[in-house]
């Protein structure tokens, strides 16, 4: 192994929406900051899993999600027109090229370190304190040092290897594609096509499931599935791959023969990663929990707030899928992202401290825009403080209120006006 030669003040494994969103946010502080990233990409599952749209960013009306992310996605739909349908409290649907780009500017322009091409294997830890992670790549293996470590792998990766316990959980996993050369002017109302293509014959359990733009002529596909696998086996990985890539073509020519508009249609791209919902759970000191997210508690350690509907995906005949909506947000404590084991581990994003229920809903990755930024901000925060499980609260949140978060609930925000 390579000596650990280089040292970096805050270390973010994992270039998804969550882990760019960290390195920005940290980088932004003054911390030097290496974003670790195993493809070639920024976005993880929103342009390497090809998933859009990119929700859900309030409810009732009122935006429950603020700050960097979404004015990055603003200032890229207004910059570059078509690279994105409208912001919306649902959310905008982006062209993944156009995403990929504007995270490595963004990330760049903040004076992030990014490495690409690099798995983060695992880590060496000295009591309380990681004092730095393994990586391997074509240049062979190396360790970097750091004094604050983002696990934003999505699967607890730096976590995992820590030895801090997990929760393994597990939903259906998707191979996203894209459809384009569709003639939109012929194609019927969605649930006119929602019936063609269930009596044509479904080829997983799931029914249409295609989100428009922002190419007038192309959608995004979220209807392959395999269920029952280990998304953190390879061989399972492999088979969901393979399989769900057989369904796309599949799906593809059910559309072709049956959907008026797509008689001229192609497959645009499979996704080069397959859609994860659901691996590790990190422990954290507060597990965010299914009566946190349907009675839309607060915490006074609240550094960010969601509102996305619980999204268990299962087959519905054996009964482990569930999907409904919130009726108001709920707060992500500070706790949720620390460990009770380590004084300089952040844990954002999709491998968050929840149950089940909690994290079919805080997965999404508007959520995971707001999580990264608390993340990083945090992480940054935690250099001079030095545990990130004792960091005051109340500077982190009025760091994240100057950058646009919203961190309270929305009765308290109309009684203030805000
Ligand atoms: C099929 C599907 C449909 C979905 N639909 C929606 C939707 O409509 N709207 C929505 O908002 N959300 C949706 N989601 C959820 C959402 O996409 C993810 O939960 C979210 O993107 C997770 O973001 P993240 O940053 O935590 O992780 P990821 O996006 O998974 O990013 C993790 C990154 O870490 C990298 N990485 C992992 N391990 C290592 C390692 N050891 N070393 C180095 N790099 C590593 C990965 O390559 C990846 O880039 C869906 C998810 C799936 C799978």
Known sequence: ???????????????????????????????????????????????????????????????????????????????????????????????????????????????????????????????????????????????????????????????AGAGVPVEVGSQGITLMFTIAGIDRERCPERDEMAEIYRQAGPLSYRGLCIFWGPRADACYVNMTEVEDLDALDPDDLTHATVECRRQAWGILDVFRRHVPGFQRAYIAQTAPAPGIRESRHVQGLHVLSADDVREGRDFEDTIARAACPVDIHGSHEGGRGDYHGLRRSYGVPWRSLVTAQFANLVVTGRCLSADHVAHSSVRRMAPGFALGEAAGIGAAQALAHGDVRALPVAPLQARLREFGAILDPEERREKSGA
Do not use: N
């Open 1 to 159: 192994m390579q000596a650990g030669d280089e040292s970096f003040d805050v270390i973010v494994a994992g270039g998804g929406i969550s882990g760019t969103m960290a390195a920005i946010a940290a980088a932004r502080e003054g911390a030097r900051t290496l974003l670790v990233e195993r493809h070639a990409a920024l976005g993880g599952m929103a342009t390497l899993g090809l998933v859009q749209p990119i929700t859900t960013w309030g409810i009732g009306g009122q935006y429950v999600i603020g700050g960097t992310g979404r004015r990055m996605l603003e200032g890229m739909i207004q910059r570059h027109p078509g690279s994105a349908t409208e912001l919306s409290l649902y959310g905008p649907t982006c062209d993944a090229e156009h995403l990929k780009r504007e995270l490595e500017e963004q990330a760049l322009a903040c004076g992030v370190r990014l490495r690409y091409h690099s798995w983060v294997t695992g880590v060496e830890s000295d009591g309380e304190r990681i004092a730095g992670v393994r990586m391997v790549s074509k240049a062979g293996e190396c360790f970097v040092r750091g004094e604050v470590f983002v696990d934003a792998t999505g699967d607890g990766d730096v976590a």
